[in-house]
């Protein structure tokens, strides 16, 4: 039996526009693969009324929370605003997720306990030790697997099949600013070994996901 306590630490973020009709679908089925986890609805003033809709649940429901942006500001914008939230709430691990069923709820505790603890493993016994444990998922549709995939490469020094994963990931991509991110990275994979950059020189949106990266979240 899946004990919540394994989840209590993990926030999903899930960016929504005009998704009235697949909320009332996808959250709980998120919230019963992820028991005690928390759900972050990031909406960006849907016409549809899916942010009323987001503020019902989390009435009836302390598992979600829902951040009101103003305005539609793009879905890269919507993933970071929802991590700073995750962060500063205290969240162990994000985990981020479309609401047009393009991500599988089904596959949220795989991704947790096997690719999230690529990164730990990577720190403490080598990115080797952390792609092991990343080549265990057949999840090829998975863009985010292919992605991290590539920095584990990238730091390995086998630039070549970072490059290739990296492009794997970039052909499922079709938000704008993790395209960018991804290119950078695919850019990068061609250099030194090491991480891809310090988040001081980076724009806040890789500042984010590096550090989510080095709390071993599952990143883009």
């Known amino acids: 039996m899946i ?22 679908a996808i959250a709980p089925a998120i919230l019963e693969r992820l028991p005690g986890a928390t759900l972050l609805v990031v909406d960006d003033s849907s016409p549809d009324g899916t942010g009323d809709l987001a503020d019902r649940m989390a009435s009836e429901n302390p598992r979600v929370r829902v951040l009101h942006r103003a ?3 793009g879905l890269g914008k919507a993933y970071v605003a929802g991590f700073r939230q995750a962060l500063a709430a205290g969240a162990g691990r994000v985990v981020q997720m479309d609401a047009d069923w393009s991500h599988d709820p089904a596959y949220l505790p795989t991704l947790i306990d096997l690719l999230g603890g690529a990164g730990p493993r990577a720190e403490a016994d080598g990115a080797e030790a952390g792609l092991a444990i990343v080549d265990r998922l057949a999840l090829e549709d998975y863009r985010y697997l292919h992605s991290t995939r590539g920095e584990l490469l990238r730091r390995l020094g086998r630039t070549d099949e ?14 704008d600013a ?11 994979a061609g250099t030194a070994t090491g991480p891809a950059r310090q988040s001081g ?11 989510a990266q080095k709390l071993s979240r599952i990143w883009s």
């Open 3 to 24: 004990d919540a306590a394994d989840y209590a630490d993990v926030w999903v973020v899930l960016p929504t526009y005009d998704e009235i009709e697949n909320l009332p």
């Open 71 to 73: 305005e539609k500001q």
């Open 201 to 211: 020189d980076c724009g806040e949106q890789d500042a984010v996901a590096l550090r």
């Open 162 to 175: 970072a490059r290739g994963a990296y492009g794997r990931a970039l052909a499922l991509v079709h938000d």
């Open 178 to 188: 993790e395209r960018r991110l991804l290119e950078r990275r695919l850019g990068e």
